[in-house]
């Protein structure tokens, strides 16, 4: 996962594009907050209810301070205008790679770094997900802080890490009974739906997404015990990057996906807001150029029932997904690398609580009279604001 966002309450700079490469839920454009009961010196405490959302009280942050409002990682933006309280802003920055990998005898496997600094306490988590042509599969994840090292470009949770270099990346994850070490090669250069990757902005926060690698040749090795893997196939890596905090994106359900067809690769996204507007993106390109054959906003996407048929229809090309295997379903625990248990509360209830359907399919891919054969990894999460 076009046009300019509207938010409820907020002013809301946006680029014309937006991304579903994060899950971490939405909510209204402004919050607003009003004091509790009278806190020891050592608490902070408040109440915040999301415009357009459910009411959350339990935005209740202790022993943060040294008096109230000092060195609490808390700071006062505005002033509320419905009651003249001031606004309570948590310093948010999150940044999460995901890379993945469709080998060429059927194993699929997908992988996160992340690492987040809210109300200045650092966090982090790496996974991973391997699917295997009998229908077995692999999951393993650990909650540590990740370091950002080379300039902020790569990753590391030692011994686990990622290597960002241009056109390339050297992924390993050293996870109870999982191990994974990936390498990633890419001829083409990387792709940005705007300039910088930067989709929105307000108050000086922003969000962006860049894909580094669209379409790469991918090799390296999946090792269980004593069992182990060689793999081979085409991959794809992208960043999320947001000081934006999650609770302010009023999303209702988004599409995203990255298809493979032959020498094509397709990347879209359709992003539905709360207040009824569509935002949607789609990037055709072929092997080794530099240059999009397709980059527009006009295109349509239908879904059938259980997702077992997804068409993306664009002047230009066709592509129809075929359901082989979902991947993953359920809700996404987007509080889970937060070890701070009151802020963990408080991100799990002013989630939108997001429900994730990650899936694998068939790619057929239809430009003017000839048809491409491939794979797509592609997802549907639906945000269930009350």
Request: proline fraction near 5%; aromatic fraction near 8%.
């Amino acid at each position: 996962m076009l046009g300019s966002i509207c938010l409820r309450s907020s002013r809301l700079e946006a680029s014309p594009h937006f991304s579903p490469g994060f899950y971490c839920g939405g909510g209204s454009g402004h919050v607003y907050c009003v004091a509790l009961r009278r806190a020891p010196r050592r608490t902070v405490e408040y109440a915040c209810g999301a415009l357009g959302c459910a009411p959350c009280i339990h935005a209740r942050l202790r022993r943060l301070a040294t008096k109230p409002g000092e060195k609490c990682g808390l700071a006062v933006h505005s002033s509320c205008p419905a009651c003249g309280i001031a606004e309570l802003m948590i310093p948010f920055y999150l940044k999460k790679w995901y890379l993945d990998l469709i080998s060429d005898d059927g194993v699929v496997a997908y992988l996160y770094f992340i690492t987040t600094k809210i109300a200045g306490m650092h966090g982090g988590n790496i996974s991973a997900h391997v699917a295997l042509p009998d229908g077995g599969s692999l999951r393993a994840s650990m909650n540590r802080r990740v370091m950002l090292v080379d300039s902020n470009r790569s990753a590391a949770c030692a011994p686990s890490f990622l290597n960002n270099a241009a056109g390339s990346a050297h992924a390993r994850l050293e996870l109870p009974q999982l191990y994974i070490d990936f390498r990633y090669h890419s001829s083409g250069i990387p792709w940005a739906p705007t300039e910088g990757g930067v989709l929105l902005r307000r108050n000086g926060n922003y969000l962006s997404w860049n894909v580094p690698l669209p379409a790469a040749a991918a090799e390296g090795v999946i090792r269980s015990g004593r069992q182990e893997w060689r793999v081979s196939g085409v991959g794809y890596q992208d960043i999320v990057e947001m000081t934006l905090p999650p609770w302010q994106l009023p999303i209702a359900e988004l599409n995203w996906g990255r298809a493979h067809c032959g020498h094509y690769t397709v990347v879209f996204d359709r992003v539905k807001l709360t207040h009824g507007a569509t935002l949607q993106y789609v990037m055709l390109r072929a092997e080794n150029t530099d240059a999009e054959m397709v980059a527009s906003e006009r295109f349509t996407l239908e879904t059938g029932e259980g997702d077992q048929k997804t068409t993306l229809r664009h002047d230009s090309f066709a592509l129809h997904l075929s359901l082989r295997h979902i991947l993953a379903e359920g809700e996404i625990a987007s509080g889970e690398q937060i070890k701070h248990r009151l802020l963990r509360k408080f991100l799990a209830k002013t989630s939108g609580n997001p429900f994730e359907k990650k899936m694998v399919s068939e790619a057929a891919l239809c430009v003017g009279e000839h048809t491409y054969i491939g794979w797509a990894i592609h997802e549907r999460v639906s945000w269930r604001w009350n």
